[in-house]
């Protein structure tokens, strides 16, 4: 069960560089964004990296309980 606990950590922070990533992109984005219109499409592609980043943690975190509650 230990591997699954450190498989699900690892995961997990995997997920969370995804959500820091995505964050100072869309910060970056924000600051150098010479209209409204290039924003929101910076947004736009910036929103399914997020979505699949939280994904990645959530997996991750019930992949560590998983391993708590069986272990």
Do not use: E, H, K, Q
């Not at 990533?21 to 947004?43: T, Y």
Request: proline share 3%; charged share 10%.
């Amino acid at each position: 069960m230990g591997l699954l606990i450190w498989g699900g950590a690892c995961v997990t922070v995997l997920g969370f560089a995804g959500i820091i990533w995505s964050l100072v992109a869309v910060l970056r984005a924000r600051r150098s964004a010479p209209s409204d219109d290039a924003l929101r499409a910076r947004i736009g592609r910036m929103m399914p990296v997020n979505l699949a980043a939280f994904l990645l943690s959530v997996l991750g975190l019930m992949l560590v309980v998983l391993g708590i509650v069986f272990g």
